[in-house]
């Protein structure tokens, strides 16, 4: 079946210390996106690719990195520098950027302890 | 700055009845908005896209409107079931990318 896979479902990680989150799709989809939700809010973007070996940061990339070295594959990293990691991550795939509908992973739940 | 609003307290209605979800948003004009359902724990799945000059979109028990001058979308489950309860994300594109509402908690009863 296609889909976006993410993984570990739930991660702790110590301060200071950092995490990269794997998001990997079998769509054929050209555009990926990172998003963050935290309890009673929207979804908000963290970075997004259109295309291999490009990425732009969206509203709150500060903390966090990605890279994009294959189509199927848009890990992220929560570094040290994110002051509040605790959340809900959301990875998201779509044909192309910006042409419809957005198809979810079963996210990732990051705690800091 | 760009604005979604939806209903922050939870929906709660019965068994049957149509539940009708409301997204505003506020200082910019999206070509298209599209409506999420999303479980606890789980990741958003997608229910309607609807296009700025659409007025009214249609799937099975769900209807979507558009209202581009008072900057609304209505969102509408008829025959309402237990199953349908979850939170609804609406999202309206603004150039880039998609703009989530924080989503209304739709609970029905039994």
Redesign the interface.
Known sequence: DGGITQSPKYLFRKEGQNVTLSCEQNLNHDAMYWYRQDPGQGLRLIYYSQIVNDFQKGDIAEGYSVSREKKESFPLTVTSAQKNPTAFYLCASSIARNTGELFFGEGSRLTVL | SQK?EQN?EALNIQEGKTATLTCNYTNYSPA?L?W?RQDP??????LL?IRENEKEKRKERLKVTFDTTLKQSLFHITASQPADSATY?CAP?S?????????TRLLVRP
Not at chain 2, 41 to 46: I, K, L, S
Not at chain 2, 95 to 103: C, D, E, H, T
């Open positions: 979604i922050s298209y599209q999420y724990g789980r990741g958003p799945v997608f896209l994300l594109d150039s880039y990318k998609l703009i989530f509402g924080s989503g």
